[in-house]
């Protein structure tokens, strides 16, 4: 049985700008990432990399070719069932943090688990677990102006993991930060690593690329480069 957690297989991605002009943001890309990895995915504006995450993360559609997320082709689940999957399995972490600004750090957290049918105090609960792993225990009812830009990723992070996901696609989670803030953020992402969940950066920096343990390069919407470091 296959141990990849997400698997391409000759996916291309195309859309239409105008009558004449078409962009081709993948091309008959082929990849695996395996359940535990660490991986860097690489790129210049424009390389493909955020749609590769989009699909990756059952955000986008490939216009060609397969995708399967932990051994299952998403094209044969419907928009419920896969807004499910995604809920399930997949813990996102974006570049602009995109909390809820006039919720606490708490009820920011618990907003994945509210479509979950917990009850309130498990939601609480787990949250407030969520929240002390990636040491904000401290900062449970701040709101977001009240936090660093540093604190409100870690935040971030933990509205991620509150529903147990094997996979993390964080999407240039360090692009808004200071140096000690990235550092601090890219720890808690080898810890999450470490736990053994799949972790999958998208990045345009060398720095927090070399963090990784394989880093997959991408160039006009092709893998240019894959290796481990």
């Given amino acids: 049985m296959s141990t990849a957690v997400i698997e391409l297989r000759d996916v291309s991605r195309t859309y239409q700008v105008t009558e004449d002009v078409m962009v081709h943001a993948l091309q008959s890309v082929s990849l695996l990432i395996e359940r535990g990895e660490h991986v860097a995915i690489m790129g210049s504006s424009g390389s493909g990399k955020s749609t590769l995450m989009h699909i990756a993360g059952c955000l986008d559609s490939p216009t060609a070719g397969t995708y399967l997320l932990d051994g299952v082709d998403v094209r044969d ?6 807004s499910d999957l995604r809920n399930r399995k997949i813990g996102f972490v974006f570049q602009a943090f995109n909390l809820v600004p006039r919720t606490s750090a708490l009820a920011n957290v618990e907003l994945p688990l509210t479509y979950a049918g917990l009850s ?12 002390l792993a990636v040491g904000m225990g401290q900062r449970l009812h701040h709101l977001p102006s009240e936090l660093s830009g540093g604190q409100q990723q870690r935040v971030a992070v933990a509205r991620a993991i509150v529903t147990n996901p094997a996979l993390v696609l964080a999407d240039e989670p360090t692009g808004n930060l200071d140096s000690h803030s990235t550092h601090e953020v890219l720890e808690l992402f080898a810890s999450l690593n470490a736990e053994g969940r799949t972790v999958v950066l998208i990045t345009h920096e060398e720095d927090v690329a070399a963090r990784a343990r394989r880093v997959i390069r991408l160039a006009d919407g092709e893998v240019v480069e894959d290796r481990r470091t």
């Fill in 77 to 82: 689940i419907d928009e419920d069932d896969l």
């Fill in 120 to 131: 309130r105090a498990q939601r609480r609960r787990r949250a407030t677990d969520a929240l």
